[in-house]
Nanobody, 125 residues
């Protein structure tokens, strides 16, 4: 089991930046695929970004097209933390952001087994 706790959400103006963090405890953090998802009111939970060990001495990252070039996902296995740096924020980025851990790389939220409680991000126009 792994427990996840997000922090760093808040209210920001369009064009601004926020950095989300996810603190993990429990099973070996480094073995998990770690991802960020978000859910806006009335919408389904959607993939934002994920990071996993690629098996070739490097990490592989994936991003949703809507955040590519603006968001950066990173992980620190020594500190058991996952981060999401969000720049050039837009009102459509407004959502509850969730940290998730899974066994296999996936864009589908159903494939992730462990979830944080979520943190609200609100971008004003």
């Amino acid at each position: 089991q792994v427990q996840l706790v997000e922090s760093g959400g808040g209210l920001v103006q369009a064009g601004g930046s926020l950095r989300l963090s996810c603190a993990a405890s429990g099973r070996t953090f480094s073995s998990y695929v770690m991802g960020w998802f978000r859910q806006a009111p009335g919408k389904e939970r959607e993939f934002v970004a994920a990071v996993r060990w690629s098996g070739s001495s490097a990490y592989h990252v994936d991003y949703a097209d809507s955040v590519k070039g603006r968001f950066t996902i990173s992980r620190d296995n020594a500190k058991n933390t996952l981060s999401l740096q969000m720049n050039s924020l837009k009102p459509e980025d407004t959502a509850v952001y969730y940290c998730a851990a899974g066994e296999l790389p996936s864009y589908l939220y159903a494939d992730y087994d462990h979830w944080g409680q979520g943190t609200q991000v609100t971008v004003s126009s």
